[in-house]
Nanobody, 126 residues
Framework: QVQLVESGGGSVQAGGSLRLSCAVFGYAYSSYCMAWFRQAPGKEREGVAAIDSDGSTSYADSVKGRFTISQDTAKNTLYLQMNSLKPEDTAMYYC????????????????????WGQGTQVTVFS
C-alpha cells in the first residue's frame, strides 16, 4: 500500500523559510514523477514543483528562484525548501506521486498523479 506523509509545515513571517518533507512508503517504481501541490482557501489546487526519477525538476513561475524541490532516494523522502516566503504562499501543501513520462516531463496537472499525502499547512504572515 502506497502512503505519502508530509511534515514540516507551520507559521512563518514573510521573508522566512520552511522545509517540507514527504516520506514515501510502498511506492515500488524505480521511475516516477513526484510533485508538490498547494491549495489555498477558495482556490483551485495548483502545481508548485515536480521532480522525476532522473532528477529533472520544474517549477511554477510564482515560486521560481525561491523554492527548491529535491529528493533523497535512500530515505524515500521528497523535500520542498521554501525561502523568501510571501503571504500568498499560504496554503495546504500536498505531495503526490505518479508515473514517469520522460525526462523533465512531469506535468503540473493534479489528475495525473495517483497517490497523495494528507497535506501540511503553511501560513505566512506579514
Amino acid at each position: 500500500q502506497v502512503q505519502l506523509v508530509e511534515s514540516g509545515g507551520g507559521s512563518v513571517q514573510a521573508g522566512g523559510s520552511l522545509r517540507l518533507s514527504c516520506a514515501v512508503f510502498g511506492y515500488a517504481y524505480s521511475s516516477y514523477c513526484m510533485a508538490w501541490f498547494r491549495q489555498a482557501p477558495g482556490k483551485e489546487r495548483e502545481g508548485v514543483a515536480a521532480i522525476d526519477s532522473d532528477g529533472s525538476t520544474s517549477y511554477a513561475d510564482s515560486v521560481k528562484g525561491r523554492f527548491t524541490i529535491s529528493q533523497d532516494t535512500a530515505k524515500n523522502t521528497l523535500y520542498l525548501q521554501m525561502n523568501s516566503l510571501k503571504p500568498e504562499d499560504t496554503a495546504m501543501y500536498y505531495c503526490a506521486a505518479g508515473p514517469y513520462v520522460g525526462v523533465g516531463s512531469c506535468p503540473d496537472l493534479d489528475s495525473f498523479y495517483n497517490y497523495w499525502g494528507q497535506g501540511t499547512q503553511v501560513t505566512v504572515f506579514s
